[in-house]
C-alpha cells in the first residue's frame, strides 16, 4: 500500500503537470499559421505574376521575419524560393493544393495542405505556369495514380533540392 503523504505529493503535482502541458501548447499554437485564400489580384513573390490567372499547383509560406504569408503562382516559384539558404530557416509553415482534390486550371484554397507532408512529383510531362510543374498531394497513392498518367519522380518535400527542381 503507498503511504498518504506520498499520494498527496503526486496530487500536489498533477495541477502543475497540467499548466506547464498547457502553456506548451499555447506556444507551439502561437507558431502555426494556417493558409490564407489567395486573393485575384494578389501577385507571385518571386515573378509578379497573378497568381489566380495561372494554372497548376500554387503554394504559400509563411516568413517569420516579416511576420507575413509569402504568396506563389507555383509549387515551382514556391519550391525554389524556399530552398535558398537565406530562406529555409525562416519559414514557419509551408503550403501547397493537393491536387488530387482540385482543379488544374483553378486550384481551391481550401485544399492547402502542409508541404512538409506532401508528395511530390518532379518531371511530369505536365506543364504548370512556370513550365516545369512540381506537383503537391496529400497521398502518396494520389501521386503514384498522376505519374503513372504524366510520368515523373515521386519525392517528398525534405528530398527536394534546386539541383534535383532545375534539372
Known sequence: MIPENKILKV????PLIFLLTACEQQSSNEDFHPPVIIESGDECHVCG???????GPKGQAFDKRSQQTRKFCSTFDLISWYLQ??????VAEVYVHDMANTSWETPDDTKLISARKAFFVIDSNKKGSMGKAIVSFK??????????QWGGKIVLFDQLSLELILN
Do not use: C
Open 85 to 90: 539558404p537565406e530562406n529555409i530557416s525562416n
Open 11 to 14: 496530487l500536489r503535482l498533477v
Open 139 to 148: 497521398n502518396r497513392s494520389d501521386a503514384e495514380l498522376f505519374k503513372k
Open 49 to 55: 505574376m497573378l497568381i489566380t490567372k495561372m494554372p
